[in-house]
C-alpha cells in the first residue's frame, strides 16, 4: 500500500517561504512521477507543480519562478520550496504520486499565509 506523509505546512507572513516534505512508502519512489496539488474550502483542488521520473518539472503559471519542486529518490522524498508567498497561497497542500496510471495521495498540510 502506497503511503504519502506530508510535512513543513505551517503559518507563514507575506513574503516568507516555506518547505515541504513528502515522505513514500509501499511503492519503488523512483517509478513514481510526483507532484503538489493544493485545495481550498469550496474550490478543486489544483495542480501547483510536478517532477517526472527523470526530474523534469512543470509548474502552475501561479507558482512559476516562486515555488520549487525536486526529489531525492535515494530518501523516497520529494520537496516543494514555496518563496515569495501570498495569502492566496493559503491552502491545504496534499503530495501525490503516479504510477501506471494509478494515484496516491497524503492526508494534506495546512499552510497559511498572513497579511
Known amino acids: 500500500q502506497v503511503q504519502l506523509v506530508e510535512s513543513g505546512g505551517g503559518l507563514v507572513q507575506a513574503g516568507g517561504s516555506l518547505k515541504l516534505s513528502c515522505s513514500v512508502s509501499?511503492?519503488?519512489?523512483?517509478?513514481?512521477?510526483m507532484g503538489w496539488y493544493r485545495q481550498t474550502p469550496g474550490k478543486q483542488r489544483e495542480l501547483v507543480a510536478t517532477?517526472?521520473?527523470?526530474?523534469?518539472?512543470n509548474y502552475a503559471d501561479f507558482v512559476k519562478g516562486r515555488f520549487t519542486i525536486s526529489r531525492d529518490n535515494a530518501k523516497n522524498l520529494v520537496y516543494l520550496q514555496m518563496n515569495s508567498l501570498k495569502p492566496e497561497d493559503t491552502a491545504v497542500y496534499y503530495c501525490?504520486?503516479?504510477?501506471?496510471?494509478?494515484?496516491?495521495w497524503g492526508q494534506g498540510t495546512q499552510v497559511t499565509v498572513s497579511s
Open positions: 501525490n504520486a503516479r504510477f501506471l496510471g494509478i494515484n496516491s
Open positions: 509501499g511503492t519503488t519512489f523512483s517509478f513514481n512521477a
Open positions: 517532477i517526472s521520473t527523470s526530474s523534469s518539472t
